[in-house]
């Protein structure tokens, strides 16, 4: 090694100047960057009224398509049916002046009858309990419901919501998307019960399948 070559070593070596080529990487164990961990929702700001809405609309639909449920009103069915035929029968006979035919079919059709109601009270209650499971006071889902059975739970829930002292009450009706027609039969039919309890009532601005009955 001549002169200069050993003091130029010297000063690399003073200069601390890496000795890796240029453009290799490092043979050592590298840490893993560390994940970014999603955002938290801010406070407040989760569940929001739309998501809960969504949430119980899907509730609703799979309340409406439970086993349980729909077996019950096919059954109901099948007593209304069967209610209606011997009705129907009765009144052939008595006009043929058969008259102990036409009252053995009339007693089987309110058999039929008292069957059918049955089989829907209990039907009603089944759907009105899991629809309403998480509902706060003053608010009532209907859905899954026929027109007798809506005016009834309304009726009582009103009566409970005076006893209460609430200012008003929300009765969420639907839009009647899933009724045959596609036309709401419960909303109108919740409007003129109103109107005989000289209750106000308007539809929610936010939600046209909701009711806002005032009790104030």
């Given at each position: 090694m001549g002169l200069l070559d050993f003091l130029f070593s010297i000063v690399k070596a003073f200069c601390g100047e890496?000795?890796?080529?240029?453009?290799?990487?490092?043979?050592g164990v590298q840490?893993?960057?560390?994940?970014?961990?999603?955002?938290?929702?801010?406070?407040?700001?989760?569940?929001?009224?739309q998501h809960d809405r969504l949430r119980y609309q899907d509730q609703n639909q799979a309340n409406q398509q439970n086993e349980h449920y729909t077996s019950l009103r096919a059954?109901?069915?099948?007593?209304?049916?069967?209610?209606?035929?011997?009705?129907?029968?009765?009144?052939?006979?008595?006009?043929?002046?058969?008259?102990?035919l036409a009252k053995e079919l009339s007693e089987k059709g309110k058999k039929h009858e008292r069957t059918m109601e049955?089989?829907?009270?209990?039907?009603?209650?089944?759907?009105?309990?899991?629809?309403?499971?998480?509902?706060?006071?003053?608010?009532?889902?209907?859905?899954?419901?026929?027109?007798?059975?809506a005016i009834l739970y309304s009726d009582k829930a009103i009566k409970e919501a005076r006893q209460r002292g609430d200012p008003q009450i929300r009765l969420i009706v639907g839009k009647g998307l899933h009724s045959d027609g596609h036309v709401a039969k419960i909303k109108p039919a919740l409007e003129d019960l109103m109107?005989?309890?000289?209750?106000?009532?308007?539809?929610?601005?936010?939600?046209a399948g909701v009711l806002i009955v005032q009790l104030a």
């Open positions: 890496s000795s890796q080529p240029e453009g290799e990487k490092p043979t840490r893993p960057p560390r994940p970014q961990e999603p955002p938290s929702p801010l406070p407040g700001a989760w569940p929001t009224p059954k109901a069915n099948q007593e209304g049916d069967a209610m209606a035929k011997c009705f129907q029968q009765s009144h052939e006979a008595y006009s043929r002046r058969e008259g102990a049955a089989l829907n009270a209990e039907a009603s209650a089944w759907i009105f309990r899991e629809n309403n499971s998480e509902r706060k006071p003053g608010e009532l889902d209907l859905h899954g419901l026929y027109v007798k059975e109107k005989q309890l000289n209750l106000a009532v308007e539809v929610d601005p936010q939600n």
